[in-house]
């Protein structure tokens, strides 16, 4: 009898040594399978049920009960951590437990460019980060962060270079304009700064013509062009009346001929008010900046589109010229019955 409980209790010893190595290797092995990047985005509060299906959602876990007994052993229900994580192909149920609990997060790729407005950036961010677009346009707009950065609510939108940055997905705004204006600072190296000189604009004043020459020519290589063009009207005390200021000022860019300029009443109508506008019109490109610092000197002060639609301009240096071109012009838009 006692041998015979014995040889039980050996067989029960061997089986549960068996058993624990199953189940120790089971949590070392892959247990994620994805032929393309898979993310799971926690947000703060987010109970651990409701992770656990998010994950499950997506399709990239072999084995839920597997990842469920690794998240119990390491206690993960009281360690949820907000962020964006990468469900990396191959990673065993340990090491992905292990990543949420830890928080280590896999950096976004925030990429921005041809936005006009605020509004616009806002949601691209609210699109892209966890921050809503409400969140951003508050801490972007409040005096504090104006103060901060020397910046107008008008203005603040200078600091805005449009590339491709990296960022952790649950960024604060606060964090994320601060980073925004490092990199603002970044891109305004010592040889940009000293054609600010030559310009005698500042560089909030350069991002704010840079955005007008950018919705007055599709052409990189006439912008040099354009931005000369309003620089001598700058010198010489001329109104820029650029139309691109007035579409501003109505809130509609899809205007194809600009009329009764003068009866818009905004500061940003530089038919009507002299000078530069309050701000830019739009989030100038590292090239439009670059068109303005490093303008064409040349003589002239009037601009036409071209009447063969190419999205080039006839420059001239007096105003009889360009109502010649002008006539030209708006008679091949009479022709097209474009109003």
Known sequence: MKKRIFIILISLIILGGIGACIGY????????????????????????????????????????????LVAKLLGYKDKIKEGRYEL????????LIQRLKSGRQTPVRFTFN?????????????????????????????QETLNKYGLTKE?????????????????SPKEFIEKMNKEYEKFWTPERLA??????????????????????????????????LYLNRLRIGMMLQADPTVKFAIGDFSIKRVTGAGLVDSPYNTYKYAG????????PCAGGIDAVLN????DYLFMCAKRD?????????????????????????????IK
């Open 25 to 68: 290797k089971s949590l070392l092995t892959s247990n994620v399978k994805t032929d393309t990047p898979q993310y799971i985005e926690i947000y703060t509060g987010q109970g651990y049920e409701s992770v656990m299906e998010n994950i499950e959602l997506t399709g990239a876990i072999q084995n839920m009960s597997s990842l469920k």
């Open 88 to 95: 990396t192909n191959g990673l065993s149920s340990l090491r």
């Open 114 to 142: 041809n936005i006009r407005t605020k509004e616009q950036f806002a949601e691209r961010v609210d699109d892209v980060l966890m921050m809503t677009k409400d969140e951003f346009l508050n801490e972007l707009n409040s």
């Open 155 to 171: 203005t603040n939108i200078a600091i805005f270079i449009p590339n491709t940055y990296e960022f952790y997905w649950n960024i």
């Open 195 to 228: 054609k600010l000189s030559d310009c005698n604009l500042t560089r909030i004043e350069v991002s704010t013509l840079a955005s007008i020459v950018e919705e007055e020519t599709i052409k990189n290589d006439e912008r040099p062009k354009v931005a000369g």
């Open 276 to 283: 530069l506008p309050p701000g830019p019109i739009r989030i």
């Open 295 to 298: 303008y064409e000197h040349h």
């Open 309 to 337: 639609f190419s999205g080039y301009h006839d420059f001239s240096k007096t105003f009889g010229e360009h109502q010649n071109n002008a006539h030209k012009y708006h008679k091949e838009l009479d022709k097209k019955g």
